[in-house]
């Protein structure tokens, strides 16, 4: 990705993914680079209502390319982008398996857990899903980015414009 930052204070746009112009004027940080002499990151997080993590997950793959991984029902990720991974999931933590729960139910030292942990780590994980699934249109939806070297942040029009694009259009009062 080439670099077209400039070390004074005036505004720069990365060139966006859509083909059209950027919405983000950039400003040049005060130090730019790092110590390391690469640009400084920015981390964000995105978050919205109306768009499912399953399909937030597949408008991140389409506009960054990387390969989708599911870890639960309502969390996922988009890993192998020009980036690193983006985390996407629903903004709450009761619709997400406890790990340490899970982590019980797994085998230890060769044994495998009792009837009684597994049960109660399925009916667990189904309960956390279905109640992701009742929430799914109240609790937002969030993306969070890895850290973006802050030349790129106009790239990030590109997956605002495909998620303008498919959340669902609310009439407005008149």
Known sequence: ?????????APVAA???????????LTTPPQPDNRDGRARCVGVEIEFAG??????????????GGTLKHDS??????ADTPWGTF??????????????LLA???????????IGEHLRASLHSRTREWLGDM???LVPTEIVCPPLPWHALAELDALFDACAATAPKVPMPA
Do not use: C, W
């Not at 499912?52 to 960054?64: D, G, H, K, S, Y």
């Open 51 to 64: 768009i499912a993590p399953l399909a937030a997950a597949r408008l991140v793959e389409a506009t960054f």
């Open 73 to 78: 029902a309502h969390r996922l990720r988009v």
């Open 87 to 100: 985390h996407i999931e629903l903004d709450s933590q009761y619709v997400h398996p406890d790990a340490a």
């Open 15 to 25: 060139p966006p993914r859509t083909g059209k112009e950027s919405d983000v004027s």
């Open 135 to 137: 929430v799914a249109g």
């Open 104 to 114: 019980r139910a797994r085998s230890h030292n060769g044994q495998p857990p009792g």
């Open 1 to 9: 990705m080439p670099s077209n930052h400039r070390h004074d204070h």
